[in-house]
């Protein structure tokens, strides 16, 4: 960053940033009350966890380099969308969808984009919904619309993704054809288990029965 921008530059990529990191927090309240308030009507939460992350400047800065974009902030707004990135793991996968619709239903939201991997899996076997999002974020002196990525999965495809992504790494991209192979078995067997357990779900809340967590 020191090397590629002067002092007044680096203060404005460092203010441009913050915007993203208000654009994670506007998110965040609106995640959490919606866990909030779904947990008290329906008694049970389509959320699991929340995680989120700003990007640092020198991977924003690699990532425009990589993509052989001008390092302005107009280009770097256009082309980059997961400078803020929040993933959201819920049980089962109809709360994935359930999620995105009261997310992207929301009047201050703008969708920009969405990436159905739950529908259409890639062909390693990953399986997530993504969506890019624009949120207003109201500043001293403006208001901006940031974008995030929001990714929406159930455990069992983050369980897989985490181990990939590891494994992506751990070859440095190439990973064995073998490995792959694996991999796309366990995408498979992951899958399934997202299908059984939503039907076990359905049917004990057919059946009336309430499932309560037992507290230690
Ligand atoms: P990291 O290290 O998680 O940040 P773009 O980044 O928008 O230029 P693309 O491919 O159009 O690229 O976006 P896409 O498909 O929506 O994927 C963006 C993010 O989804 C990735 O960010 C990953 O977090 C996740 N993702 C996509 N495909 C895979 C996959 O095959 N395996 C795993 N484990 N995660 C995936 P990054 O920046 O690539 O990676």
Known sequence: LRELLNFDQRREFTRFLMSYKFGIDEMMTKINILKDEFTYIHDY???EHVKSRLKSADSVLGKAARKGLPFTLDAIRENIHDIAGIRITCSFIQ???RISDMLTGQLDI?????????AEPKANGYRSLHLIVE???????????????IQIRTVAMDFWASLEHKIFYKYDKVVPEALLGELRD???????L???MEALHEEVR????TLRVIPD
Do not use: L, Q, W
């Open 194 to 196: 997202d299908v059984k």
């Open 110 to 118: 703008t969708v920009v984009a969405v990436k159905d991997y739950i």
């Open 206 to 209: 057919g059946s009336g029965t």
């Open 95 to 97: 709360d994935a969808y």
């Open 186 to 192: 366990a995408a498979d067997v992951a899958r399934h």
């Open 45 to 47: 939460s389509p959320i």
């Open 135 to 149: 949120v207003p974020v109201f500043m001293s002196d403006r208001v901006e619309s940031v974008r995030v990525e």
